[in-house]
């Protein structure tokens, strides 16, 4: 029962991050597109959107990962003598990232929640990089 909690959660988290991601760079290519002015500085707008849509998906990914933990079944955090928000926005963050983790290691089920993560923000960092270069060419030079 615990793997299958553990698969629907994480279905869902990957589901949302995608959403959210889609929406997000959407929106700010719409808005970057009208917006008036010098040029130049909508690549930074739209450095700043991808970062907080990065933000927004660790934060996600870290309630999910929290709210998970409350369930014995599910597995715990190593190195952890309790399961705060805080940890596990942590640890989302240094997963989402790929940058690892070492001071906290998932133990149990959880770890298909994190390993996931791992990958879909691989794949969310290199859209927003893409996205970013794509406004660069559009914006860099004034014209």
Known sequence: MAHTAVVLATAVLVLAAAGIHYEGLNYLARRL??????????????????????????????FGI?????????????????HSVLEAVYLSATTYSTLGFGDLVPVGPIRFVI???????L??????????YLEMERNWRER
């Open 115 to 121: 390993g996931t993560e791992a990958l879909l923000g």
């Open 66 to 82: 929290w709210g998970l933990l409350h369930f014995d079944a599910i597995g715990y955090l190593q190195g952890s003598a309790h």
């Open 33 to 62: 597109s009208r917006r008036e002015g010098p040029r130049r500085p909508r690549v930074l707008y739209a450095v700043l959107g991808a970062l907080l849509l990065h933000i927004a998906e660790i934060w996600m990914f870290g």
């Open 123 to 132: 794949l969310m960092i290199t859209w927003s990089a893409s996205f970013t």
